[in-house]
């Protein structure tokens, strides 16, 4: 009913930037919250940042300062622009949304974009 596909990884020095884009397709009425998390290799899920319907958003406090999360909901998409990246920063990242449409309302997770921070 509701696909989520995630741009915008890649490898990246310590220092650097990149900015995820996440867009949301299928027979959507609305989308109320919407998330980026990340899980490193041996680690579980995190929630790195969420952002409601209304541009309220938080973040996980490893990123705060760094991390900008945004999003268009003209086009159903949410934006992680991701500054001074730390080598910790290395995960996939996963978009998440919280749609609903004409009968059903779910949680949908996109299929990750790899970020890996190194020299």
């Known amino acids: 009913q509701v696909q989520l596909v995630e741009s915008g990884g890649g490898l990246v020095q310590p220092g650097g930037s990149l900015r995820l884009s996440c867009a949301a397709s299928?027979?959507?009425?609305?989308?109320?919250?919407m998330g980026w998390y990340r899980q490193a290799p041996g680690k579980e899920r995190e929630l790195v940042a969420s952002?409601?319907?209304?541009?309220?958003?938080n973040y996980a406090d490893s990123v705060k300062g760094r991390f900008t999360i945004s999003r268009d909901n003209a086009k159903n998409m949410v934006y992680l622009q991701m500054n001074s990246l730390k080598p910790d920063d290395t995960a996939v990242y996963y978009c998440?949304?919280?749609?609903?449409?004409?009968?059903?309302?779910?949680?949908?997770w996109g299929q990750g974009t790899q970020v890996t921070v190194s020299s």
């Open positions: 299928g027979s959507i009425f609305g989308i109320n919250s």
């Open positions: 998440n949304a919280d749609a609903y449409g004409f009968g059903f309302r779910s949680d949908y």
């Open positions: 952002i409601t319907s209304r541009g309220r958003s």
